[in-house]
């Protein structure tokens, strides 16, 4: 039987984009254990976000993070929401929702 | 002639099988629930450290809010819900190379998850309290 395969083609690119940015942010974690400041105080905070390598890695956690959540609440939304209107608008806040905290992360990162 | 099309009332069977997930299932759903709990809490960790790095008395202010113990609760919850994530996000990754893959292996990996977890947020919630 030659059967021609049909889908949206994402299924691959999101496999491997969501357990890219897992390593990613388990780079993060072990990273940030290592550097964060003891003892903890308002200036050697400061002082590690205002470094520049910090600012970028912190970055690439938030991309990572956003992109990573994205994947996977879509996933939840295509679960249990079946009601196609109603998948739409939930998928489309999440979105918003997830740009908009990218946003915030990057002015808080540039304003330090 | 009997109605043949006719509904006949039958009863309901609730499926209540998930209740009764073995360990890898419910490493699994708890994967699930962490990971939306990670999505909530996603703007509260920004507003800390929003305020943590905004100025002296706002970092001031970021620990005394974390000081309150409904904010110690939630910490704790969160802590939870980043670990077993990402303990079980780290099995995941290992059976996508296929090591663990068996039955057995995939069980007390699964398990191991749960301990790993839990301890870890036990020992850091005592920490915190």
Known sequence: MNRIIVGAHYGLRDWLAQRVTALVMIAYTVMFLVVWPRPMSYASWKALFAQDWMRFATLLLVVSALLHAWIGMRNVWMDYVHHTGMRLTLEIATILWLVGCGGWALQILWRV | ?129
């Open chain 2, 1 to 129: 002639m009997p109605d043949l099309t006719a509904k006949k009332k039958r009863p309901l069977w609730y499926n209540l099988s998930p209740l009764n997930l073995p360990v890898p299932g419910l490493v699994s759903i708890f994967h699930r629930i962490s990971g939306v709990l990670l999505f909530l809490g996603l703007v509260a960790f920004l507003y800390l450290l929003d305020l943590s790095l905004a100025s002296q008395s706002g970092y001031a202010q970021a620990g005394e809010v974390l000081r309150t113990p409904i904010a110690k609760l939630l910490v704790i919850a969160s802590i939870w819900a980043l670990l077993h994530h990402m303990c079980a996000g780290i099995r995941h990754l290992f059976l996508d190379i296929d090591v663990g893959t068996s039955l057995h292996a995939a069980r007390r990996s699964a398990f191991a998850v749960f301990v790993v977890s839990l301890a870890l947020t036990v020992s850091i919630g005592v920490r915190l309290w």
